[in-house]
Structure formats: C-alpha cells, structure tokens
C-alpha cells in the first residue's frame, strides 16, 4: 500500500472502467452463493463459482489499465476497485472455510492483516490523510490469493486435476499471504512516518 494520492482525472461516475468494478462487485455475492449451494442442499456449482472469479480477475486487470490509458482515474474507482478485491477476498473466505477447504488458521491471519489495515486507515483519516491506494506489492499478493481461491476450489475432488489444483493452489496462497502481510508492514511503517512527521510539526 502506498499513502499517496493518485491523480483523480475525472469526475464521471459511468466510464467504463467504474462499470467494470460495479459488475465486480456486483458478481460478489452470486459467486458466494454459488459456492455455497452445496451447504444448504443445492447442487455443487464449483465450474459457475470458479467462472465468477475468472470474470472478476479479468475485469480487475482491465478496469485500471483502461482508467490510466484513458484517462478515467475517478475518486469511484479508487473506491470502488480496492473494495471489489477486499469483498471478493472476504467472500472466497468464508465460502471455502465454510466448506472446510481452507483451514480456519488461514482465514484468521488473512482477516488479522484486514484488521491491522483498518486501524490504519482510521489513524490516517484522523490526520487528514485519504484512503490508501493500492501500489505493486498490494497487487501481487492479491493476484497471487485470486490465483490460490479457485485453484483450491478445483482441489475439491478427485483426480490428478484437484491434486495438481492443490499443489498449486497451496503455493500460491503461501506466496499471496506472504506478500499480504508484508505489503501491511510497509504500510503500518509509512503511517508511522506521517503521523511522527505531523507531531513533530505540530
């Protein structure tokens, strides 16, 4: 995460690339609800569920590169981006915990960083600083966790399909989770810089 502001370069609500991070947020609860199913009597719908991610992974990767391309940075899309990935994140959680795919360890440090975030966020508005904007590390790891869902999902079965979806689906969370947390450091250290420097000017 990085403390510093981007650019906002248009005010408009329906570009193009906010309509992709409604349609992301929009595809939050379908995907929970087809990942789901199973737990109240439904059929599995895993192929529907892991289809949503691919969607949304696809749409995340095109909706800031045509915002910077065009020239369609907006204060929504700032909004709106960083909050599809966190629900998508949140929703995958509790979908695979729930089934008993992802161990509850896991969930608890994934969820313990969002904590750690949130507190600096509020610390940050408290100074007067804007919300944070999502910088290369934040997006690797989420890249990396949106790569480990649906392929820890797929390993829900039988077959050297799910065992190699496992293999891979393991590392990639180990690798995501890492980058997760230390992309938290580094921001819990730049709002510690901020709020020294303002105590100092004061």
Request: no cysteine; aromatic share 12%; net charge positive.
């Amino acid at each position: 995460m990085e403390v510093q502001e981007t650019r906002v370069q248009t005010d408009r609500v329906l570009t193009i690339p906010n309509i992709l991070s409604m349609a992301r947020l929009v595809g939050v609860p379908v995907f929970l609800w087809l990942i789901l199913r199973p737990e109240f009597g439904g059929p599995k719908s895993d192929g529907w569920a892991l289809l949503v991610l691919v969607l949304s992974g696809l749409s995340d990767y095109l909706d800031g590169k045509l915002a910077r391309r065009w020239n369609q940075i907006s204060s929504l899309g700032r909004l709106l981006d960083p909050a599809a990935d966190r629900l998508y994140i949140a929703s995958t959680l509790v979908g695979l915990t729930w089934r008993g795919i992802l161990p509850l360890w896991l969930t608890g440090v994934l969820v313990a960083r969002e904590l750690v975030l949130l507190v600096m966020v509020a610390v940050l508005r408290r100074h007067g600083y804007p919300p944070p904007q999502v910088n290369f590390l934040g997006k690797a790891a989420t890249f990396n966790l949106m790569y480990a869902f649906p392929l820890l999902l797929l390993s829900d079965g039988s077959g050297w399909i799910a065992s190699l979806a496992a293999i891979f689906g393991w590392a990639f969370a180990g690798w995501g989770t890492t980058l997760y947390w230390w992309a938290g450091v580094l921001y819990v250290v730049q709002v510690r810089r901020l709020v020294r420097a303002d105590a100092m000017a004061d």
